[in-house]
Nanobody
Framework: QVQLVESGGGLVQAGGSLRLSCAAS????????MGWYRQAPGNRRDLVAS???????NYADSVKGRFTISRDNAKNTVYLQMNSLKPEDTAVYYC?????????????WGQGTQVTVSS
């Protein structure tokens, strides 16, 4: 069973930085697309950033230029570096693993980590 464990969330003032980490168990990490999603009260869970197994990344327009996603396959870990944080970044951030291997689909979620940005 794949388990994703997020860490690094917390309270930070506007303009500050946080680095989120997501450690994955199992054998599928290196061939998976990893993503960070977030959900604020009253909102849906939306994609923040993703990174493919080959290292190609994609970002939501709202975080471009401020957030950076990266991965370390040797450590089965994906990171989200968040700079110039704004109050509207406040949300629960979720790590996601998605893969299609030998015609089988895999989709796993972490339990989330709270990020709160004060004004």
């Amino acid at each position: 069973q794949v388990q994703l464990v997020e860490s690094g969330g917390g309270l930070v003032q506007a303009g500050g930085s946080l680095r989120l980490s997501c450690a994955a168990s199992g054998s599928r990490f290196s061939v998976s697309t990893m993503g960070w999603y977030r959900q604020a009260p009253g909102n849906r869970r939306d994609l923040v950033a993703s990174i493919t197994s080959g290292g190609s990344s994609n970002y939501a327009d709202s975080v471009k230029g401020r957030f950076t996603i990266s991965r370390d396959n040797a450590k089965n870990t994906v990171y989200l570096q968040m700079n110039s944080l704004k109050p509207e970044d406040t949300a629960v951030y979720y790590c996601n693993l998605n893969a299609n291997i030998l015609l089988r689909k895999y989709d796993y979620w972490g339990q989330g980590t709270q990020v709160t940005v004060s004004s």
